[in-house]
């Protein structure tokens, strides 16, 4: 858990000294002067009603003073664009309550962090709750904040864990299951999963998944709506728990195979397009984590002045035998070419905060090609870096992201369909946006960086709705519909 470091309060002898008079110092003739004004009060009783009358009319004016400041110009008082929105659960609408699951659900998973992905030492990404590592504020060449850092180098396949940590801590949270709308069941499926994509012997793959359900099953709060009010958080792709007996063996498990979750909304970073129909995609946690609003809007004037000399930029590496990233090779082609655009081949720097946020925050628009899957966490470090996406498939984000991002796409992104001539002449294209276009688009971009963005999971009250806020409430409509 994180707590706050407080500042050491001042004594009040030390604050009086500071801001106030010293009564030692009052002269024999101030004393004397009191003395008169006190004893002409006392013997002129209308003087002491024009006094008693002068003082209340003081006191009125100075609190219409506090309430409606006088300005000259009211314009230009410096305020944020819009209120900030505060989080509530009124009225029962929405009342979380969260499982106690057994520790080999989540938390003792931890304990073997090192085997939890066979492809990267985990350790480092499960601290701090899943937020990572701390870093170095970007744009700033200062330290972490000792009290509470903002910025984390986070996984992008950790969302489970954050999710988890925020709502122990939401407001919309409920002790008491009777008065529950909607039960979450904090179970880290990703990284289970992700510890035994290697695994050959498919009921030891399974076996988590299986004995997670056979719990639930059992619990009185199930058998109410069959599950129909049970959500689950997955930090990885729908591919990895939809395992076929058709076709190539990836490592994925059966999970979302099994009849009782299929019963549940499964809350995860992709849906799978066709047959994901209680699936719903969430955004992949960036390196922000604010706790406060006033955070979110000193960064939204940072990117919304930040110098773009690149037309566009590709971060990515080729992807050798999947057809749905043949078009990364296109970009990286065309962006190598052009002098109007950045490219950061995939090494050792796209794991650098600092270099993927920074060459997108030298951009107008960020080239947005399918990976080993259709999304991609760079979607969501664009939209943070106040940069335009730029789409290939109708399934990186429009088809998976509806509770976050507008109806209209053209709002704030570009679509050129990876197959259609417009993709072969991507520098040609963009440049043909007027600038009025784009200056709209890129106020659109910077303005939906809240509710992309994972706040931090101890932060409290802190003044607008985040993704985990967004997803709750999409959630609750979604489960009293159904």
Known sequence: MFFRKQSPVASWTAEKKKHYYDDSKISKDQSLSVTFLTGTLKTNPRLKYIALILLFLSAWFLLLSFRFPLTKNDSKISQPAELPWVPTCQNGTLSVYVYDLPPEFNIALLQRCRKLNVYTDMCPHVANRGLGQPISPLGSSTAPSLTRPSWYATHQFITEMIFHARVENHACRTWDPERATLFYIPFYGGLDASSKFREANLTERDALSVRLVDFVQQQPWWKRNQGKDHFLVLGRTAWDFMRTGQGVDFGANCLLNLPAVKNMSVLTVERQPWQGSNQHGIPYPSYFHPSTWQEVRTWQVKVRNSKRPHLF??????????????????????????????????????????????????????????????????????????????????????????????????????????????????????????????????????????????????????????????????????????
């Open 313 to 482: 930029s590709f971060i990515g590496g080729p992807r050798k035998g999947l057809e749905k990233a043949a078009i990364r090779d296109e970009l990286i082609t065309q962006c190598s070419l052009s002098t109007r655009c950045e490219l950061l081949k995939c090494g050792s720097k796209c794991h650098e905060p600092s270099h993927v946020i920074g060459v997108m925050s030298r951009s107008v628009f960020c080239l947005q090609a399918p990976g080993d899957s259709f999304t991609r966490r760079s979607t969501f470090d664009s939209v943070l870096a106040g940069c335009i996406p730029v789409f290939f498939s109708q399934h990186t984000a429009y088809s998976q992201y509806r509770w976050f991002l507008p109806e209209d796409i053209s709002e704030y992104s570009v679509f050129f369909d990876e197959k259609s001539e417009a993709s072969r002449r991507i520098e040609e294209e963009l440049a043909k946006i007027p600038d009025e276009r784009v200056e709209q688009m890129r106020e659109k971009v910077t303005a939906l960086i809240p509710r992309l963005t994972y706040t931090h999971p101890n932060a409290t009250g802190v003044g607008f709705e985040d993704a985990v806020d967004v997803a709750l409430a999409a959630l609750a409509n979604h489960v009293q519909f159904k």
